[in-house]
T-cell receptor
Framework: TQLLEQSPQFLSIQEGENLTVYCNSS?????LQWYRQEPGEGPVLLVT?????EVKKLKRLTFQFGDARKDSSLHITAAQPGDTGLYLC??????????FGAGTRLFVKA | KAGVTQTPRYLIKTRGQQVTLSCSPI?????VSWYQQTPGQGLQFLFE???????NKGNFPGRFSGRQFSNSRSEMNVSTLELGDSALYLC?????????????FGPGTRLTVL
């Protein structure tokens, strides 16, 4: 069974702090997506990574796909209250399945 | 390009009733997947439609069904509603099958069963 484990499950930090969330699996994925979801809304795509070792930056967010394409991390620099939300990673298997992690719930206090 | 749209956004039903939810994918996308999201279970895959055919199905009872039209719009139906069906129902579209292509989500339909 393919699983994507996200850690931590919950994170509460002060505005201005840095943080990293992780998405790990024992399976290889053809691609990996990160989404942010706010309460009552659908997940919004942040990034897709497809190449092992790939690093993508989106303003204060840095995404990395592991060399073996089994894991990924999301690093946020100088977190802001607007970063609050549920962060989901999803791995594409290249077939007919996408595996979702359970998410990291981030709360940034002003 | 318009995003994925879902209607209605909110719905309140009573036990035993049935409900139909609608999803319009991004123009040009042929795959539509449906998910149920609850606080306790997270995102649970319901089914995927591609070119009007159900390609994959999650582990949900037969009360949950869906279909896709020739214009790629999709509907899902839940019959004989139960209290546990209260959830956020999300639709996601992609160009190709969900396992090979990035999925884009709609805002969801919040279903409350009383």
């Amino acid at each position: 069974t393919q699983l994507l484990e996200q850690s931590p499950q919950f994170l509460s930090i002060q505005e201005g702090e840095n943080l990293t969330v992780y998405c790990n699996s024992s399976s290889v994925f053809s691609s990996l997506q990160w989404y942010r979801q706010e309460p009552g809304e659908g997940p919004v795509l942040l990034v897709t990574v497809v190449t092992g070792g790939e690093v993508k930056k989106l303003k204060r967010l840095t995404f990395q796909f592991g060399d073996a394409r089994k894991d990924s991390s999301l690093h946020i620099t100088a977190a802001q209250p607007g970063d609050t939300g549920l962060y989901l990673c999803a791995g594409g298997t290249g077939g007919f399945k996408t595996i979702f992690g359970a998410g990291t719930r981030l709360f940034v206090k002003a | 390009k318009a995003g994925v749209t879902q209607t209605p956004r909110y719905l309140i039903k009573t036990r035993g009733q049935q409900v139909t939810l609608s999803c319009s994918p991004i123009s040009g996308h042929r795959s539509v997947s449906w998910y149920q999201q609850t606080p306790g279970q997270g995102l649970q895959f319901l089914f995927e439609y591609f070119s009007e055919t159900q390609r994959n199905k999650g582990n949900f009872p037969g009360r949950f069904s869906g279909r896709q039209f020739s214009n790629s719009r999709s509907e899902m139906n839940v019959s004989t509603l139960e209290l546990g069906d209260s959830a956020l129902y999300l639709c996601a579209s992609s160009l190709a099958h969900r396992g090979t292509d990035t999925q884009y989500f709609g805002p969801g339909t919040r279903l409350t069963v009383l």
